[in-house]
Structure formats: C-alpha cells, structure tokens
C-alpha cells in the first residue's frame, strides 16, 4: 500500500496562513538544498524534489491552494488543479527559479553552452639534480586542435550562421514566476560553430578539428618534488566552438639518486665506514650535489650518529635557502676473523674497562691503537 501524502504546508515548512513570497522563499531554499545535482549520492533525493515541488505548484496558485485547504489531497477531478494535474508544470517551475541549466544541466537534459576543451597530461622524468637545479625539457604532447585549413569551421566555403549571427550560441528568454529568465545555449542551427558549412574540409574531414603530436619545451622548476604536477594553461584540447582550450598538467617524476635520498628539503646519505675508523676517527668524503666535500668522523663516533651539513639540501619551493645535507654513520663491524684478527680483539676486550665505552679516563685511543700496531 502506497504511504499517504504528507501535508503540503508541512513539506514546505510553512505556516497554513503563510504569505505567497514566504512560500516561493521556502521552495526556493529547499528546492536548492534537496536537488539531485546536489544530492548525487543519495537515490531518494528525487522524490523528495519532487515531493517539494508538488506542493509549491499547489500552495502557489491561489485557485488550487483554496481547493487544497478545502479537500486536502482528495481534491475532485477539475475542483481547482491547473489541468487536473497538481505536477503538470514542474519543469516549468524549476527553470523559472534556477534558469535552464539548474545545478549542472542533466536533471531536465537542458542545452548548455560551449564546452571549454578537455585537458591532457604527460609525465617527465628528471634526475635528483636536474629537481635541485632546474631544467628544461622537451616532451610531445598529443592534442586535438582546430584545422588550421579551415580554422575550425569544418569547410572550406561556409557562410554565417543566420540564426546565432556568428557568436556560435543564442540567448533564450523565459516568462517565469519571478520574471523574466535569461539564459545562453549552444546554437543548434550551426552546432555552435558560428558558420554554416556548404564544402567539407578535406583535411579534417568536416569534424573542424584534427589531433596532431606538438613538441612543447617546458621548463621544470628548481625543488619540485616527485608527484609534484605543473599547469600549462590553453595548452590541452581544443574546446568547443566560442569556449577556450583545455590545459596541459606535467607529471614530474623524480629519479633515485643511488647517492643521495631526499626527504623533503634536506638530502640523506649513509656514509658507511668499519668499526676502527669510527674509534680512531677518520677524514671521509661525502657526495653533494655539486661534488663532493671532505667531511670529519670523531674519535669515538656511534652508530647512527648524523653529521649535518648546512645549506648543501634542497632549494625550498616556497621560501628562500636550501635545506641540509644529513650524514648518517653506518658503523660496520666484522663477521669474519683470522686468528690474528680475534686474538687481537681478545687482548683489546682484556686491556678494556668501564671507562673504554664511557668516554672516562682518557686512555681508551691510546690502547686501541697499542693494540693494533
């Protein structure tokens, strides 16, 4: 059994003593928040538009709101319905608030204006350096463009369009509740072209458009980051006669440096040296962008310890400077031994105490080297 209609004034939110202007300010607003443009996600969202706009039709005209207060929804059959049909005009009273084209266009498959070109994409593969530097790169791009034999018109001979007279789309003017209502659609005489084609071009077969391969030199910023996407603007597809081309977005993907790992605005490099040279110390050289630069491991340096170099990072994006160069000491130790080498060790173990591992008396380099001279 079908549910019962809910009360008109109820549907709207008003009062049954409510003026004509609050109940057009009440659909207006409800009418917006409940549209299934809007509520694309939600499958009862149509009924309730309509449900809405079934009661505003009613409460609107004073001839059926007066039937309706009388019988409720059990109104006979010409008691007071414009036509016997309380939905009849429902298209009509959507456009005469929201023009034509509504939220988008596709409720009512209303004409709409000329479609501004699609975009396209390309990626672009830079080393780490070219991202700190900065480089320039050229890449083909795959377009759809007007035919630069009949400039897009689609002929060779063509005249202008009688109907548009040239601009390709036409204004429509509609009689509504609130007044007039202006909206602008796709001239369906000469399809939006302006033109009216007598002789087909023979290079783009009448289409007015052809695809073609252009070589574009694009110009990668210095600190783009992998995934980053760049913004060529009018550089994509063609768009309908009267809009404006797409755009053109480059994907940068950054190499791995198999020196160099970046995180963020500063570089990382591992920087492995053996067990001895981390006690004794020792001098290293540490891969940079531009070379390399001779870097200083501490007596006694641990594990994990990182070692930072100013200034020798990434070029910030958004604020002057460049980040750090971090180096990170992977200490090694031994897995195979002679018997010389783990006699060695066993007598260093037995001349070693507390203060060896502690940094506390002083003498810790002093034997480690006895031990291995």
């Known amino acids: 059994m079908a549910s019962e209609k809910r009360d008109y004034y109820e549907v709207l939110g008003v009062s049954r003593d409510a003026s004509e202007a609050e109940i057009k300010k009440s659909y207006r607003r409800l009418a917006r928040d409940h549209h299934p443009d809007v509520n694309a996600q939600d499958p009862e969202a149509e009924e309730r538009f309509k449900e809405l706009t079934e009661a505003y039709e009613v409460l609107s005209n004073q001839e059926s709101r007066r039937a309706y207060d009388t019988y409720g929804h059990k109104v006979p059959r010409g008691a007071g319905y414009p036509g016997g049909d309380p939905f009849g005009g429902f298209q009509d009273i959507f456009e005469a608030f ?17 479609s501004r070109g699609a975009d396209t994409e390309v990626e672009v593969e830079i ?10 790169r050229e890449v083909n791009v795959q377009t759809v463009k007007n035919c630069e034999v009949c400039d897009g018109v689609g002929g060779m001979e063509s005249h202008t369009c009688p109907t548009c007279g040239g601009a390709g789309a036409v204004r429509v003017v509609r009689e509504g509740i609130l007044g007039q209502m202006v909206s602008t659609q796709t001239c369906s ?19 007015g458009r052809v695809s073609e391969v252009e070589k574009r030199l694009l110009r990668i910023p210095e600190g783009i980051e992998s995934g980053m996407r760049l913004r060529v603007a009018g550089a994509g597809h063609a768009g ?30 591992r ?21 390399t630069t001779q870097v200083r491991i501490e007596p006694g340096t641990q594990p994990g310890t990182t070692l930072r170099l100013r200034g020798e990072g990434m070029p910030r994006i958004r604020r ?6 971090k180096v990170v000491v992977d200490v090694m130790v031994p897995t195979r031994l002679t ?33 291995f001279r």
Do not use: K, W
């Open 98 to 114: 929201f023009g034509d084209r509504g939220f988008g266009g596709s409720f009512f498959g209303a004409t709409r204006g000329p």
């Open 127 to 136: 080393s780490l350096r070219e991202a700190a530097y900065g480089v320039d």
């Open 189 to 207: 005489t000469c399809g939006g072209r302006g033109r009216i084609v007598e002789v087909p071009c023979d290079n783009c077969r009448g289409s």
């Open 240 to 269: 309908e006669p009267g809009a404006r081309p797409g755009d053109l977005y480059v994907t940068v993907l950054v190499q791995e440096d198999p020196e160099l790992m970046r995180d963020g605005e500063d570089l990382l490099h």
């Open 271 to 291: 920087m492995r040296i053996n067990f001895v040279e981390a006690a004794l110390g020792t001098e290293v050289e540490v891969p940079t962008l531009d070379a």
């Open 320 to 325: 002057r400077g460049r980040g750090d160069l």
């Open 339 to 371: 018997g010389e080498q783990r006699e060695l060790l066993e007598r260093f173990e037995a001349m070693s105490g507390e203060e060896t591992y502690n940094g506390t008396g002083g003498s810790f380099f002093d034997r480690l080297r006895g031990v």
